[in-house]
Structures are given as structure tokens and as C-alpha cells.
């Protein structure tokens, strides 16, 4: 009786904390996509932002790079262009892909069941054409 009981507890234990790993992992996951959807929003508004202000697409470009790379994101894994989308309109658009963890997470969240995440942020910044004196 004691031996059964023995093996009980250590088949409790084995499946109980399996599963309390894959609940912090799938935590430490989330943090991690949280962290690269805030940083391609940021992007996203200071490329635009910076374009829109000096009405140079290029340095808009620079401006969402440099703030990709400050949050960690490798240059391999994320985009950013800025362009002319109407006549004083200006779009900035941020694409990352963000490698899960656990594979079968985005399909949970939606997504197709692939080991990446896309994160795609788009924003439109109008400027106004001053008048020269």
C-alpha cells in the first residue's frame, strides 16, 4: 500500500510541475511578444512623427530603426519604411517577427501555426506645407 502510494505522489508531482513550467514559460513568451508589440508601435509613431516633422523619409527610416534596436529587436527580424501615401500624408509602417517559445502558441492566439509571430503596426502622420513669406 505504501509503495503505490509512493508512486502516486512522484506521478503528481512529475505532471504538476510539467505543467507549471509550461504555464511560466508561456508566461515568459507573452512577455516577450508584449515587449516587441509595444516596440513596433513606438516605432511606428517616431518614424512617422520624425518624417512627418522634417519631411525627410530617410532619417524617418533611421529614427524607427534606432528605436527597434533599442528595445532589443535584432535588425534581421523587423522592417520599417516610411513613405509619401497621399500629398501631405505620410505613412510609416513597422513589420516584426517574433519567435515563440512554445511553436503551438499562435495557433492559440489566432495566428497561423508557425514558430513566429507578426507584429505590423501602420500609422498615418499629415504635415502642413508652410507658407513661405
Known sequence: ???KQKGTVLLEFVLSTFVLVM???MLCNCAFLL???IAVA???R???RQAAVTKD???GIEVGERVMVSSGVPESRFT???YQA???LIASEVTCDSPLLLPMIGGLLGDEWSPYLTFHKVLYFRYEETPQN
Do not use: H, I
Open 46 to 48: 517616431e518614424a512617422g
Open 80 to 82: 520599417v519604411r516610411v
Open 86 to 88: 497621399a500629398q501631405n
Open 1 to 3: 500500500m505504501k509503495n
Open 23 to 25: 504555464v511560466f514559460a
Open 42 to 44: 513606438s516605432a511606428a
Open 57 to 59: 523619409m530617410r532619417l
Open 35 to 37: 515587449r516587441e508589440k
